[in-house]
């Protein structure tokens, strides 16, 4: 042992400074000598999991290990970086310090662990080949958005990457949608085939360089190509990227190959280019998203604070939604009666060059027919793409897991993810509990991701998408087996939703030799809200979306639950209406809100409502309600937000899911503190209202308010109900948190309404910030519960 391991520190790290190359062993021990350590040569083995491949993670190894003197190695495999060190215990009790506090920016480092093994009298320190087998328990890093050094080659016309489209460094560039297996090496990615020139492989082999064991490196040289190509796969001559600036500015869509997938995109200034592409992808109504070429520029499109720029500016670069200026200079197809834009900043090089020569806004959308899944091989988008996009924008360098943008907003200075794929998969989260075996939880049907979980960590997929449209329930059938492999995770435990006819169910029906289990779809939003946050429970949960299945067979949506991870109690809801035509009700606000009206009229519904002005369509639909065969009894209170949209006259028919609802959030006057009633009755299980609501909204649309008087008052109101009934469960229950999710806890003005009034109770409120609070958050929650009902029987 030494006997003053502190002082020996302190004379390696002020020598740090001189050392190049690495120091000899033997002048680490003389500095021992001189403050009378004892001269002990040890060797240790550390291992290191999290996400630590694919990051500089060995480099940064490498680095350190040389600069404290030590021999050894340092190596992937399949369960993270594996590292033998050698020399005095004080230097390697330093390196093992290191790893704990400054690893790489783009790490995480879940576990380091330590063992002794048998000197060997290495000298020097070295990256070793990765070695294959073993337990498949490594990270995958995600994506990274370029990176300023990377950035400022591209710009610079004497440096050899000048202009280059796939330029990229440890610190940036394609991850997990070029991998193809681990450890996370290059002959395991789409990049094998394009070997290394020797001044990159100088690079990737110099410990000094910044592309030191880059797996992605490439140069105009060796690297992939971009190319230009019209509708039928011809190339067009010319600089790709010139020639697709060219495109944009004449009105024309270009298919852009990027990171996850292809993209559409037209100039978002032009009118008529925005509408054609509409009417190409059958795309009515749902806003398109926009890329601008820097904060600058973002900020003459939309307002935004601190948060938002981080988030806009983040390695992850998602799309942010953002409240638009008034005068924004964006053509009205872009975003059709929306006061939002959904904003993101370039984040592969290609996008950088094309700005610059283009240096508008540009409408950037998923490369997909409306509700497919995103097109990533090129065969595939020549097909599926030729009738939307003129030209394509393409290269030779094969995705091999398509992911779409994520979206996020700022919620009182944090994140708030609605959709987690492109930046954010595959990194895990991390949960302070085990599984005692692993699970696969197969999500819901709208919005799906799938999970994969064991030890604490669960891994998420990109958004897959609606599991109703064939080739999405496709892609997520091979996108589970590519999980499975790549994680090395043979689930024991398979978790569905409890609705029967949900095709994610039928997936889980379908695997042999492992248990199932059914989670009802409200306990799963809060177990992902609580295992989101950390939180075993008990909670006051409050699940408020669009439809789930209920036990009792009814259609729930609007629930309050006391819950823990491992189980639920149904304690409140609002009361449930019929919802004529079932589906139909879903797409037709309408015809909610006709529902709502008979439920608080009967038959002497009040005239003059707008919505009564087709007589015929009115009494057809009133009659469907009371045929319960074809109106299924529902307590949504996502429909209740269409009924009310609805009403106002805000939309009649939702042409992508959640547009009714959205638009009545917009519509909302901020400043607007008055409210409704939402009466809360019953005892051991409360029941709001809704039909009461209504009767208020009825009279103040006929008594001629204004429409974003109203809209306000239907959220406080709405907010003040939640708040009443946690209240009324805490009292009888002492359960002092409560966790909010569902897709209606998108809505900001709701939220922070309901967030603010019940912290001003004493609650502590759970809110999501690292997976959605829609259905995207679902598998989260399902998997935290099956790991919760196994921890139960173990103990």
């Known amino acids: 042992m030494l006997r003053d391991e502190s002082t020996l520190r302190r004379v390696a790290w002020r020598q740090k400074s001189i050392w190049s190359g690495g120091v000899p062993p033997d002048a680490v021990r003389r500095a021992g000598r001189e403050t009378g350590a004892v001269d002990e040569l040890v060797r240790r083995r550390i291992r290191v999991e999290g996400v630590v491949q694919g990051v500089g993670f060995r480099p940064f190894v490498h680095s350190v290990a040389t600069g404290l003197g030590l021999g050894g190695h340092v190596g992937n495999d399949a369960r993270g970086v594996i590292i033998e060190a050698e020399g005095p215990e004080g230097a390697i009790a330093d390196l093992v310090h290191a790893l704990r506090t400054r690893c790489p920016p783009l790490a995480v480092v879940e576990e380091v662990t330590v063992s002794a093994v048998p000197p060997l009298g290495e000298r020097t320190f070295r990256v070793v080949d990765s070695a294959d087998g073993g337990p498949r328990t490594v990270s995958v890093p995600a994506d990274v958005a370029t990176c300023e050094d990377c950035l400022r080659e591209i710009s610079d016309p004497a440096d050899r990457r000048h202009g280059y489209a796939f330029t990229n460094c440890t610190g940036c560039g394609p991850r997990f949608t070029i991998v193809r297996d681990i450890p996370y090496d290059r002959g395991n990615t789409t990049m094998a085939d394009f070997p290394l020139c020797p001044a990159c492989a100088a690079e990737y082999h110099d410990p000094a360089n910044r592309r030191f064991h880059a797996q992605p490196v490439c140069c105009p040289e060796c690297g992939p190509r971009l190319r230009l190509v019209d509708a039928a796969g011809n190339p067009l001559p010319g600089d790709p990227v010139d020639g697709a600036a060219a495109a944009l500015a004449q009105g024309a869509i270009v298919a852009v190959k990027g990171l996850g997938g292809f993209h559409l995109a037209v100039d978002a200034t032009d009118d008529d280019a925005a509408s054609a592409l509409r009417k190409r992808k059958n795309r009515e109504a749902k806003p398109f998203a926009v890329m601008v070429a820097d904060l600058e520029r973002a900020r003459q499109l939309c307002s935004l604070d601190d948060a938002e720029a981080a988030l806009l500016t983040s390695r992850r670069r998602p799309i942010v939604l953002l409240d638009r200026l008034p005068h924004a200079p964006v053509a009205p197809a872009v975003a059709p009666g929306n006061t939002q834009l959904g904003l993101l900043l370039p984040y592969t090089p290609v996008h950088h060059l094309l700005l610059r020569r283009f240096p508008k806004p540009i409408v950037l959308t998923s490369g997909n027919a409306s509700d497919e899944p995103i097109a990533h091989r090129d065969d595939d988008a020549l097909q599926r793409l030729s009738s939307i996009a003129d030209v394509f924008l393409t290269h030779d360098r094969p995705i091999h897991a398509p992911a779409d943008d994520s979206v996020v907003r700022a919620f009182r200075g944090k994140q708030l993810v609605l959709r987690r794929s492109r930046g954010y998969t595959p990194e895990p989260v991390v949960l302070p509990w085990e599984f005692p075996r692993p699970v696969l939880a197969c999500g819901a049907e709208l919005k799906n991701t799938f999970a994969l979980a064991e030890r604490r960590k669960v891994v998420l997929s990109q958004h897959i998408g609606d599991l109703e449209d064939y080739p999405t329930f496709r892609s997520y059938g091979g996108g589970i087996e590519h999980f499975r492999a790549l994680l090395g995770i043979d689930p024991q435990v398979v978790v569905h939703d409890l609705h029967p006819e949900y095709l994610s169910t039928k997936y889980a029906e379908e695997l042999d030799d492992v248990e199932l289990l059914g989670v009802q779809h409200h306990h799963a939003h809060i177990a992902s809200c609580l295992a989101d946050n950390g939180h075993p429970g008990p909670v006051v949960g409050v699940a408020f979306d669009g439809l789930g299945y209920g036990p009792d067979g009814t259609l729930w949506g609007g629930e309050f639950l006391l819950a823990d991870l491992a189980g639920y109690r ?13 589906a139909a009700a879903v797409r037709q606000p309408w015809r909610v809100a006709v529902s709502y009206l008979v439920r608080a009229y009967g038959n002497d519904v009040p005239a003059g409502l707008a919505l009564l002005r087709r007589r015929d369509r009115w009494a057809r639909i009133a009659a469907l309600t009371r045929t319960p065969r074809h109106s299924p009894l529902s307590s949504s209170a996502g429909r209740l937000f269409d009924a009310v949209a609805a009403l106002l006259g805000v939309r009649d028919v939702n042409d992508y899911e959640g547009q009714a609802a959205i638009e009545l959030e917009q519509l909302a006057d901020p400043t607007e503190r008055g409210r409704y009633e939402l009466p809360v009755s019953g005892g051991d299980v409360l029941r709001l209202r809704g039909a009461d609501l209504i009767r208020e ?56 309404r309901t967030t603010a009034a019940l912290r001003a109770r004493g609650f502590q409120v ?30």
């Open 570 to 582: 149904r304690v409140g809801h609002l009361e449930p209406v019929p919802l004529p035509g079932g």
């Open 697 to 752: 909204v009825v009279n103040d649309v006929l008594a001629g308010a204004a429409p974003s008087a109203v809209a306000a008052r239907f959220h406080n109101a709405v907010g003040r109900a939640i708040v009443e009934a946690c209240v009324r469960v805490r009292d009888s229950t002492g359960v002092r948190t409560a966790a909010l999710s569902g897709g209606v806890f998108q809505n900001a003005l709701l939220l922070d």
């Open 766 to 795: 759970l809110v999501h910030s690292r997976v959605p609070p829609n259905d995207g958050g679902i598998s989260l929650g399902q998997a935290a519960v099956a790991g919760a009902l196994d921890r139960g029987r173990e103990s």
